[in-house]
């Protein structure tokens, strides 16, 4: 009788640390998925941003635009990493640490959300804002007597030709094929980024 409550005893004593362990492995989960929610919002209005002054620099030939488009390209591409560390930093300060996989997890997510986001703002310009002068001044930009000579003396004639029957075929697409290509393009790139920004996550500051 006595063994058969030592048994009862230790069961129950591993049963309750086992659901201590699932409820911490659920509160974990749960914080960097909601990270990863708001931190793929930030990376999203970054891209937005990036994309906004692109097109307005290119299509109203305006400078401070383009300029403010080359700041946005260096915080878009550094701003998950920054974001990745900083969760690394909060987890670290709760005692915990993500593994690789639940940091490539977090990445993978947050990119997601911010290629919806991003897609959702390129969709709204093209279908709204859109009235065809960044095509016509890319086509412009292209057909130049400078641009042509400086493709004919680098000896890229053929990329020239190419690259004018890339123009002429997104002119004819419409504002979800568009989007659709934007996000396919951003979402390969985004395999790549989390792979690097989950080390990043993961990494567990040696002692």
């Known amino acids: ?24 492995m659920g509160t974990k989960n749960y914080t960097y998925k909601s990270y990863s929610m708001e931190y ?13 002054s692109y097109v307005e620099g290119v299509s109203s030939n305006n400078g401070l635009l383009m300029l403010l488009c080359f700041m946005l390209c260096g915080i878009s591409v550094m701003l998950p990493f920054v974001l990745g560390w900083r969760l690394n930093r909060k987890m670290a300060l709760a005692d915990e640490r993500l593994s690789y996989f639940q940091g490539l997890f977090f990445a993978f997510s947050m990119f997601m959300y911010a290629c919806l986001l991003n897609g959702l703002i390129v969709f709204a310009y093209f279908n709204f804002l859109d009235d065809g002068r960044l095509m016509e001044q890319l086509n412009t930009l292209l057909t130049q007597p400078e641009m042509v000579q400086t493709y004919e003396q680098l000896g890229m004639e053929e990329q020239h030709v190419q690259m004018m029957d890339i123009l002429k075929e997104a002119d004819g697409l419409s504002a979800w094929e568009k989007t659709l290509l934007i996000f396919n393009n951003n979402f390969f790139i985004s395999l790549f980024f989390s792979i690097i920004v989950a080390f990043v996550t993961s990494w567990k500051k040696p002692n």
């Open 1 to 24: 009788m006595w063994i058969f409550l030592q048994m009862i005893a230790i069961l129950s004593s591993k049963s309750r640390k086992f659901a201590s362990d699932l409820m911490i």
């Open 40 to 52: 793929g919002t930030f990376v999203g209005l970054a891209w937005g941003s990036l994309f906004l």
